[in-house]
């Protein structure tokens, strides 16, 4: 059976036996002729946005758009819908959320574009963008979280009367969900806010599917969620946050929500639930790929893939990891405690974090915990071989060798493939 999965620009092509695959997943797509404008208008009906244009009203507005790194769904003719719904107000700031990622990126260049070009269609004149920088901009202090998160964002949010965050929701490996509480936390904060928000990932509760806004009251418990959550309340400090929240798969918007943030996001948790997560039995061998640009566009970034497909392996398993990282392992500021920690031993990755911890550092501890636990990940990437071996991974220009390889060995193995990863979240079965 041949097999076509996402790497880069283009595909990779695997022949499996059909016996011998025991999966085969993707993120939601069964409606993958879905007329984006169609969905968005609904989504921006009257009756779902008739408080957001009241509240805006003669006031300023602060929206809080993703950046390049996320896979938005939004183009400046989808953009201009939204826009539209501004008119009214005195003045609207744009913020690309850029967390503690690089803010001058073609990528981020390319959404400030758009939003021109939105904005010009839509008839909106009073506006500026701006590109978040964790390191350079101004802050202001809001105080500290009960979990210790000294709270500082930019400056350019605080004299909005109303927010309103863009968000493309997915399952995320440590916040739960993607979801528009982090376009303000880690989205527009300082440094050091996002470095003690993400230590607290290495909770073994901040995971996917946890959330304090879940409707399972058994499935709140997300330290790094909470404190995200505490952080943008004091941020907002009791003002209006409204959300357009969408969920996507390569572009096609399957679903699409307006309204207050509380509620919106709380039904994209359901939605995310029952169509982009799956319990699956753990098998021997799986084959997983981020979902091509922009979810492999670095190893830093496609990380998140083997994260969210993890359980579908057994201890003592192989992974093949399909990512093309044509930007290299990531950005330069995240060498030092991402990459140039993940080449040290294991035993002193996993040591050297859970005595002091640095932010990006997350990554190599949960890298560090999957390599101790597998026989092997196979990599096929641009990547260097040389440094894709300094990092405990297993190079491999062939993919379809590595596959025939385990079917030498085992005849019977079985194996699970997911593509579009970065989108899914996998459970094992009991």
């Known amino acids: 059976m041949k097999i076509d999965l996402h790497y880069g620009k283009g595909t990779v092509s695997l022949q499996i036996p059909q016996e011998n695959i025991e999966e085969i997943i993707y993120p939601w797509r069964d409606e993958a002729k879905a007329d984006n404008m169609a969905v968005l208008q609904q989504a921006l009906s009257d009756a779902q946005t008739d408080s957001f244009r009241r509240e805006i009203a003669g006031r300023s507005l602060c929206v809080l758009t993703e950046d390049g790194t996320r896979e938005a769904a939004l183009d400046e003719l989808l953009l201009a819908p939204v ?31 758009q939003i021109q070009k939105a904005a010009r269609i839509a008839g909106l004149e009073n506006f500026a963008i701006h590109a978040h920088d964790c390191q350079q901009d101004g802050f202001l202090r809001a105080g500290r979280t009960s979990r210790g998160t ?80 505490e952080a943008m309340q ?47 039995r753990p098998v021997s061998r799986l084959i997983v790929s981020p979902g091509g640009l922009p979810n492999d566009v670095t190893l830093y970034i496609a990380q998140r893939a083997l994260e969210l497909t993890k359980n579908a392996v057994a201890d003592g398993g192989e992974v093949l990891f399909l990512a093309a990282c044509p930007d290299g392992v990531g950005e330069e500021r995240t060498m030092e405690h991402f990459y140039n920690l993940l080449t040290a031993p294991v035993d002193h990755i996993l040591k050297s974090i859970e005595s002091e911890y640095n932010l990006y550092s997350h990554k190599p501890y949960k890298f560090a915990q999957m390599i101790r636990r597998l026989r092997r990940i196979w990599m096929h990437t641009q990547i260097p071989d040389d440094l894709i071996t300094a990092a405990h991974l297993h190079p491999v220009h062939e993919p379809q060798k590595v596959v025939d390889d385990w079917l030498a060995e085992d005849p019977q193995t079985r194996i699970t493939v997911v593509d579009g990863a970065n989108k899914i979240a996998l459970y094992a079965k009991a």
């Open 234 to 280: 004091m941020v907002v400090k009791g003002r209006p946050v409204y959300t357009l929240a969408t969920i996507s798969t390569a572009g096609t918007i399957q679903w699409a929500r307006f309204g207050a943030i509380e509620r919106v996001a709380g039904e994209a948790f359901d939605k995310i639930d029952e169509r982009n997560t799956h319990t699956v």
């Open 83 to 113: 826009l539209k719904l501004m008119r009214k107000s005195s003045r609207v700031q744009f913020l690309i959320c850029t967390g503690t990622h690089d803010p001058d990126t073609p990528a981020n260049t390319k959404i400030a574009r």
């Open 150 to 229: 000294e709270v500082m964002f930019n400056a350019k949010a605080d004299d909005a009367d109303v927010f309103l965050a863009l968000s493309d929701m997915k399952t995320h490996y440590f916040a739960g969900y993607s979801n528009p509480i982090k376009n303000f936390v880690p989205g527009i904060c300082a440094f050091e806010t996002a470095e003690h928000n993400h230590s607290l990932a290495l909770d073994s509760n901040s995971t996917f599917g946890l959330h304090p806004w879940h409707a399972n009251a058994n499935r709140t418990n997300n330290p790094v969620a909470r404190d995200q959550l």
